[in-house]
């Protein structure tokens, strides 16, 4: 864990009561996943990062080579060989008697997890039971989904909602109705061959963005465009993609079972082929890579 | 500041960087304002936070009087005369590998700061100039604004886009296009003798309340209804309410000022009674009642 420009134990990090990104959600993340001790899609993480930090008109103190040389020590420090790791940057703490968030100093944290499957790994690994919910997912014309925030009240919500209904997790829809995403994860629908993602109102996701370039790979027809809900519950098969499970199969949604319940010939298709291409070093960049100069 | 079951200094609070209060802006909280000693419309903040809690489905760890007793063990050990005392309640910290928010022990943290005046007490008396922002409130769809809670993202990037505009802070508009709330108060316009604020997607404050007590009181006809931006523009008077303040004058709106400038007569009756009524004891509970029995 790297937090006030040291590192110290995940366990021991705290954060002031004070700091707004306790008290007003006022910060951005971003999560990389490292697997046999090399990031997957590093780039497009901190690319991402730094456009949601400036998105929510953060100031980084460090550049992205920098926060690349943090992350890989922080993996470092914790020994692990598969891992997620996370980068935030807070607004930081007001003045005392302000409010203005310009005069906070940002505050940037970082530490390394052990790989996490978003539902578990069998299930991600056997198919998942997702619910499309009544809540709906906060608009981007109010804080935008692109920038990877911490505003999960609906998605908390519709996760709670899930539960009620037997199942292991949520999807929400935008104001528009059409599908959005899910707590940490971006979905996809199969028809006839055809695969399809929510366009709009949802994180571009890093694991998203593999799929499609998997689908490209595999000339699989792959769009990205308004979904209906009605899609997912008809679909032929569906996945989830995350930084934690990579493209996960989706086998029933709101109870009703997809195909025939297992996951589906393209998806497994697809998953076999993201996991065969990471061990063969897809996107990957070395840990190692950074830690020659080591900095404390 | 009470936190984990103790009292400790507010500067050397901090909350595990885990706790979903930080990860997910999982929480709930209120705010209630001290003046000579004395906790104002108690009942009603103790009532909202309950109601917040249940709307979040937190558990609380206390019950009302039980908070009462550490809010004002809170306010006695600061020493404070005139304080804002807050209490919040997140969800806490997951289990290790899990992501099931009613898997968490939900965590209660109270503290007293001085008496906060929301745009400085100087504004808070002579008037502030608002923005009516571009940017959405979160709809109540997908948060509902009735649980206060710190999903603020939108509120601190309509705060960002009024400085740029030489506004003292936002104003912002729901979905529907009307009139919602700013950060961390309600707005009301006055045209021809009537007042009127918005009824939906916005906290029902507790200065809201006493605002539209005094007006009863007063024979001002009162109206909670959709209000409309322009409304708020072509207003002759407007204020704001808020625990930080009570109800303030607010004397411009994007640039153009109301009536002559200064607080509006209606206005600044209600501001005069609101104050008067508070030093007589108006809706209070002194802070000594909860005090006999001391806990630690």
Known sequence: MFIDGSYVSPTEARIPIFDTGFLHADLVYDAVSVWDRAFFKLDSHLARFLRSIAGFRLISPYTAPQIAAILARCVDRSGLRHAIVRMHLTRGTYPEGSRDPRLCE????????????????????????????????????????????????????????AFEHGCDDAVLCGPDGALAEGPGYNIFVAKDGHVATPA?????????????????????????RTVQPHELRGAD???????????IPVTRVNGRT???????????????????????????TPVSAFLSDRQE
Chains 1, 2 share one sequence.
Request: glycine content about 10%; hydrophobic content about 40%.
């Open 237 to 247: 098969e569906a996945f989830a993609t995350s930084t934690g499970g990579g493209i």
């Open 258 to 284: 997809l195909g025939n319940g297992a996951p589906g010939l393209l998806t497994s298709r697809l998953v076999d082929l993201y996991w065969a291409k990471r061990r063969a070093g897809w996107c990957a």
């Open 106 to 161: 940002n505050r940037f944290i970082a530490h390394a997890l052990p790989y996490l499957w978003l539902w578990g790994e069998e299930k991600c690994r056997n198919g998942v039971h997702l619910h499309v919910s009544s809540v709906e997912r906060i608009s981007s014309r109010a804080v935008d989904a692109r920038f990877k925030n911490f505003h999960w009240g609906d998605l908390t919500s519709a996760q709670f909602e």
């Open 200 to 224: 709009t109102n949802c994180l571009e996701g890093i694991g998203r963005e593999a799929a499609i370039e998997l689908c490209r790979m595999e000339d699989i027809p792959i769009e990205t």
